[in-house]
Structure formats: structure tokens, C-alpha cells
């Protein structure tokens, strides 16, 4: 893992981000406060076996919306970052 543990409320367990997805973040200019607000409050579409989105449009961003795709498990493992995000091409 690459950064954390953070704290997620509404889990209610520590949030991880990969090397993978700290690298993406920074390279779509997503501040760290940014991506913890997004899975504090974003939508979430579970997948399976754990897996999820969880999205949200960025105030003062033209490239909404903002997603992250991760793992619950133990704690939430934020596997990638990604803006364009469209719910219904998932």
C-alpha cells in the first residue's frame, strides 16, 4: 500500500490507496481531500466479491465524474482513480 490508513465513517474502517491509484490521483490533479470525500459520500455500485465504485461529481471540475474502484474488505482498498467515470458503461 501507498498511502494511509485514513479513516472512512462510513465504513467504519481504515482506507488504503495503492501505489496504483496514489499515482493516478496525481496525475488528474485529485487531491487527497477530494478522493476521501468521494468515498465518504459518493454513490456506490457494489460489483461482486467485495468489489465497488464509488463516484461523484467534483465541484469546480470539468472532467466529472470523479470515481474510485475498490475493495471492501478489512478496510477500504482503493484500487484505482478515475474522472470521465460513467455509471452506466460499468
Known amino acids: 500500500m501507498s498511502e494511509g490508513p485514513y479513516w472512512s ?3 467504519k474502517r481504515r482506507v488504503w490507496l495503492t501505489d496504483h491509484a496514489t499515482k493516478r ?3 488528474r490533479k485529485i487531491p487527497l481531500e477530494t478522493l476521501l470525500d468521494v468515498i465518504e459520500t459518493g454513490e456506490l455500485r457494489e460489483k ?3 468489489h465497488c465504485w464509488i463516484w461523484k461529481a467534483a465541484a469546480g471540475r470539468d ?3 470523479l470515481c474510485v474502484a ?3 474488505a478489512d478496510a ?3 484500487k484505482t482513480v478515475m474522472h470521465r467515470f460513467d ?3 460499468e
Open 70 to 72: 475498490a475493495l471492501l
Open 25 to 27: 490521483a496525481a496525475e
Open 87 to 89: 455509471p452506466e458503461g
Open 63 to 65: 472532467d466529472n465524474l
Open 9 to 11: 465513517a462510513r465504513f
Open 48 to 50: 461482486d466479491m467485495g
Open 76 to 78: 477500504v482498498i482503493v
